[in-house]
C-alpha cells in the first residue's frame, strides 16, 4: 500500500515527546514502589525522588507548551477525516491538561502535608496549599485516582498510534519517532 507523505514533528517537539515519556514510566514505578503515605510520613528517600521528578514534569510541560504555541506544528495526515482529526485534537490537548491537573494535585498534597517542594533540593518551590488545608487533602486522593485516568487516555493515545502504524499504515507514527 501507498503511504501518505507527511513532514515529522521537528526535533525539540520529538525530544520533549520522548522525554515526557521516560519521565512518566520513572514517575509512575517510584509513586507505586514508594512507601504508602500516612500522617507521620517524612518525605525521604523514593518519596523526595517523587516530588522533585513530578515537580520536574511540571516544569517540563510548561516549558513544551509555551514551545508549541510559538512553533506550528506539522499538518495532520490529510486521509484523515474531520472526525479523526477532532478526536486526536482534543485527545492531545486532554493529555496536555491532565500532564498539569494531575501532578499539581500531588503537589497541593504534598504542600497539604507541610512537605516543601523542589527541584533535587536545589531549587525551592512554593507552596500550592497551606499546611492542614482540607482541599489538598481532597486533591491528594484525586492524584490517585488521576493517575488512572492518565493511563487511560495515554492507552487510548497509543492505541491510535499503533493503529495507524499497522492497520492504516500512515506515517502518524514515523512523524514523532527519532529521525527523518
Ligand atoms: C506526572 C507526574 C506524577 C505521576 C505520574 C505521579 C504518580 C503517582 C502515583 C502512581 C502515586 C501512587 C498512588 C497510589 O498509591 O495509588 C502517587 C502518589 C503521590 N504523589 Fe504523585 N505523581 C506525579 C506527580 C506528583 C507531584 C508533582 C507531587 C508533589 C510535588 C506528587 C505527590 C504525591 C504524593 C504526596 C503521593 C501520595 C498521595 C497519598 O497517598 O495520599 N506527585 N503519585
Ligand atoms: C506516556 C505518555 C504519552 C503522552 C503523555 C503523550 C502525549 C502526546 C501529546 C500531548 C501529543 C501531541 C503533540 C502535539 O501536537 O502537540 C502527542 C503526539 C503523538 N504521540 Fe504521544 N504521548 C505519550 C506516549 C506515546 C507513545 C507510547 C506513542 C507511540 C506508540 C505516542 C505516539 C504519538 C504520536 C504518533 C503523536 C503524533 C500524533 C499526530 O501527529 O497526530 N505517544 N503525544
Redesign the pocket.
Known amino acids: 500500500m501507498q503511504t501518505i507523505k507527511t513532514s515529522t514533528y521537528s526535533t525539540p517537539a520529538k525530544t520533549f515527546h520522548w522525554l515526557t515519556v521516560l ?2 514510566v520513572i ?2 514505578s ?3 514502589l ?1 512507601p ?2 500516612h500522617r507521620d510520613t517524612q518525605p525521604i528517600g523514593l ?1 523526595s525522588w ?2 522533585s ?3 520536574l ?2 516544569l517540563l510541560v510548561l516549558l513544551r507548551l509555551s514551545w508549541r504555541w510559538t512553533h506550528p506544528t506539522p499538518p495532520e495526515p490529510q486521509m484523515l477525516s474531520p472526525r479523526l482529526k477532532r478526536i486526536a485534537r482534543v485527545t492531545h490537548w486532554l493529555l496536555y491538561f491532565l ?1 498539569l491537573a ?3 494535585m ?2 497541593a ?2 504542600s497539604s ?1 507541610g ?1 516543601p ?1 523542589s527541584l533535587f533540593g536545589v531549587l525551592p518551590l512554593p507552596p500550592l496549599s497551606s499546611k492542614g488545608a482540607q482541599l489538598g ?1 481532597t486533591l ?2 484525586m ?2 485516582l488521576f ?1 488512572w485516568v ?1 493511563i487511560a487516555v495515554v492507552a487510548l493515545h497509543v492505541a491510535a498510534a499503533l493503529y495507524h502504524h499497522f492497520i492504516v499504515k500512515d506515517d502518524t507514527l514515523r512523524r514523532m519517532l527519532p529521525g527523518n
Open positions: 519521565l512518566l514517575q509512575y517510584i509513586g507505586w514508594m504508602d503515605v518519596i517523587h516530588l521528578i513530578g515537580a514534569i511540571v500532564l494531575f501532578p499539581l500531588g503537589w498534597n504534598a502535608r512537605w517542594v487533602h491528594g486522593d492524584h490517585q493517575a492518565l
